[in-house]
């Protein structure tokens, strides 16, 4: 089934000159791009993008949880995790991608690694190019800087491309 996605490339991607890489690898694997958005995130999208959802929260804190560290909630952590996002997101420039293609959503995370680029499988963006992890982003009170946002389901990816591209 043909579908849509949003990819976000983050700041530590741009910074490190890594975008025509990332799109060539989503190109690669039979994504096109639909649509391209070279910006500055506005924190009024980012809000509402990053949201403070309890159950997104949780799962944001989750992902803490299993890299092995301890947390007093997952919520809490989520909204530190969040709060860190947000002000990273926003610190420089990004690319919002639309992508269309044949299962778009899976094959985009697939193609992207998992969230964690330490233990992002090789031959993912995130295994192949990520350099960071959660522990250490944590115990220096950040995110971790994992290049991408890539959305998780379809329902998610109608909902960011709508915040990030409109009605298309």
Known sequence: MIQRTLILIKP???????????????????LAVVKRKDLIAPMDI?????????EY???IGEKT?????QVK?????????VTWLRKFI????????????????VLARKTTGFT???TAEKGT?????????ILDANREGRPVWNLIHASGSEIEAKKEIELWFGQV
Not at 90 to 105: C, F, H, N, Q, R
């Open 12 to 30: 530590d991607a741009v910074r490190k000159n890594l975008t025509n890489e990332i799109i060539r690898r989503y190109k690669e694997v039979g």
């Open 46 to 54: 980012i809000e509402k993008h990053y949201s403070m959802d309890p």
């Open 57 to 59: 929260l949780k799962s």
């Open 65 to 69: 949880i299993a890299a092995g560290q």
């Open 73 to 81: 909630s997952a919520e809490d952590q989520g909204r530190k995790v």
């Open 90 to 105: 926003t610190s420089g420039p990004i690319v919002a991608l639309l992508l269309e293609g044949e299962d778009a959503v």
């Open 116 to 118: 964690d680029p330490a």
């Open 125 to 133: 963006i995130r295994g192949d190019l990520g350099t960071d992890n």
